[in-house]
């Protein structure tokens, strides 16, 4: 590396503060798993599509997820301290639409049962993660959620959902677009699906 060549230029990244629509896409070449996050509000079972989440620390367990201020369901799984990671397999993008929508009820009809800590358990995904709400700190336009485990159901079998560059999977032959070429795209555009967001 020569000096001064902090290795961004090489990449072609843009050295200014980026828009929404750059670091949408620029973070968008992260590829990450694919979550639903549930709980029950006053009025019943509620829950969210979520992107964001992590393990943070083995001792104590604690998990971590991102919450969008501006969702319906975050709110009253905040208020009630409690929830459920529900980690999607491959073939759940039905879920993925359910709960990413902003319209319709995303329990009617949906295989779900309650977990030993009054929580909804989604059926058929690899992973759920049962917790308390720890803490809660705003940033940005969004909640950064540190949840204490509770329990942990695995499956045995199954492949993941991998949400990569606004798509399902990690195909790079059906990733062509550049950087530039994403960025100008509208935001509508920039989210999976037709009208789906995270949080």
């Known amino acids: 590396m ?21 670091m949408r896409a620029a ?11 549930t709980g029950v509000g006053a009025e019943g079972p509620v829950g969210f599509a ?21 969702g319906r369901s975050w709110p ?3 208020d009630a301290g409690r929830f459920c990671v529900n980690v999607l397999a491959e073939h759940q993008t039905d879920l993925c639409d359910r709960f990413g929508s902003s319209r319709g009820a995303r329990f009617d009809g949906l295989d779900w049962s309650p977990s030993p800590w009054g929580t909804p358990s989604l059926a058929g995904v690899l992973l759920r993660v049962h ?26 079998f199954g492949r993941p ?8 999977g990690v195909d790079f032959d059906s990733h062509p677009a550049s950087l530039a070429t994403v960025s100008a795209m509208p935001s509508s555009l920039l989210r999976w699906g037709d009208g789906i967001r995270w949080g």
């Not at 973070?27 to 996050?37: N, Q, W, Y």
């Not at 959902?161 to 399902?168: I, P, S, T």
Request: glycine content about 12%; overall charge negative.
């Open 27 to 37: 973070m968008g070449r992260f590829a990450s798993g694919v979550t639903v996050v």
């Open 76 to 78: 009253l799984i905040r």
């Open 161 to 168: 959902m991998v949400f990569y560059r606004g798509a399902f």
């Open 131 to 156: 917790a308390d709400v720890e803490a809660v700190h705003a940033a940005g336009d969004h909640d950064v959620v540190i949840g204490r485990v509770l329990g942990l159901d695995t499956a045995d």
């Open 50 to 70: 979520c992107q964001s989440f992590a393990s943070l620390s083995l001792d104590p367990p604690l998990v971590l997820f991102c919450a969008d201020h501006r």
């Open 2 to 22: 020569r000096p001064g060549d902090t290795g961004a230029d090489r990449l072609g990244g843009a050295m200014t503060v980026p828009t929404p629509a750059e």
